[in-house]
């Protein structure tokens, strides 16, 4: 009985020596992964989220200055009435004719 005993006392200590490297090299694998994907993410022209948030805030600012100025310049052509868009017509005109002569 003593015997059979230390066979399975071996045996333990066995598979708990490899339960314990099976544990370790999964730890590993998972560390190399890890930087492998911190490798090709890095690699990647990614920008941040201040900078996206900076960009953002840019586009914003410049879409309502550009509708106020379309307002504006609504507001100017009404003014000027069907003047403005006479003298505008014929400055078409004339450049139409200068690029057909040369």
């Known amino acids: 009985m003593q015997s059979q005993n230390r066979l399975f006392d071996d045996l333990v200590k066995v598979m708990n020596g490899a339960a314990g490297t099976l544990a370790g090299m999964t730890r590993e694998a998972q560390s190399a992964m890890q930087e492998r994907a911190r490798d090709w993410v890095g690699g990647l022209d990614l920008v941040s989220r201040e900078e996206f948030e900076a960009v953002k805030a840019m586009a914003t600012a410049a879409r309502e200055e550009n509708e106020a100025l379309k307002l504006r310049i609504e507001a100017l052509e ?11 017509a014929r400055k078409q005109k004339k450049a139409g004719a200068g690029g057909a002569a040369a």
């Open 78 to 88: 009404a003014a000027t009435g069907s003047a403005g868009a006479k003298s505008a």
